[in-house]
C-alpha cells in the first residue's frame, strides 16, 4: 500500500535526521507561496519560540537562500550575509554548524535547515542529509494529512510538526 511506504519512509528518515542534526533541525516541505504543506522541527523549544516570536524567517539567510537556490550550503558560508545576526543567535542556543537544503522536484519546494553543536557536518554527512530531505519531499509529495499513528510515531520521536 503506497500509503504505509510514504508513512514508513516518514517516520524513518524523520529518525536518521535526528541522528545526524543532533542539535536539531527544521523543513518546510512542498512550500506553496510562503507556507509548506507539512513542517517537521526538532530545534531546541527555546530557539524554535524566540525566531517565531521575533520573525526571524523574514530575515535568516539561510531561508533567503533556499528560495533562489537549490542543493546545499553550510551556515559559516552564509555569514557575510547575515545582517539580522540570526545565525549568530542560532548558535547562542547551540545551533554552531548548521547546513541549508533546498530541493526543487515535482514542481514544489522543499528547505530545511540542520545543525550540530560540536562540529561541522562532514561531505559525506552532507550528502545523508540532503538524500533524507529528498526521500522527505518525495514520500510527502501526494500526502495531504498524516494518519495519526505516523503522528503519534512522531511525538514519540519528540518532532514537532505542522500540517493541513
Known sequence: MVFMKADADI???LADLMEVATAGFAT???I???????MFQTYPRGWAEEYSREGMVARDPTV???FGNTGRIAWRDLM??????????AGEHGLTHGLAVSLF????????????????????????IEAR??????????VRSLPEE???????????????
Open 11 to 13: 517516520t524513518k528518515t
Open 80 to 89: 557575510p550575509v547575515d545582517e539580522g545576526g540570526v545565525l549568530r543567535r
Open 64 to 66: 533567503a537562500w533556499a
Open 105 to 128: 522536484r515535482g514542481g514544489t519546494r522543499s528547505i530545511g535547515g540542520f545543525a550540530r553543536s560540536d562540529r561541522f557536518f562532514t561531505p559525506e554527512e552532507e550528502e545523508l
Open 133 to 142: 530531505m529528498t526521500t522527505l519531499h518525495d514520500a510527502t509529495a501526494s
Open 150 to 164: 505516523v503522528r503519534e510515531s512522531l511525538r514519540r520521536l519528540s518532532v514537532a510538526f505542522t500540517h493541513p
Open 32 to 38: 506553496q507561496f510562503t507556507t509548506p504543506t507539512f
Open 28 to 30: 518546510g516541505l512542498h
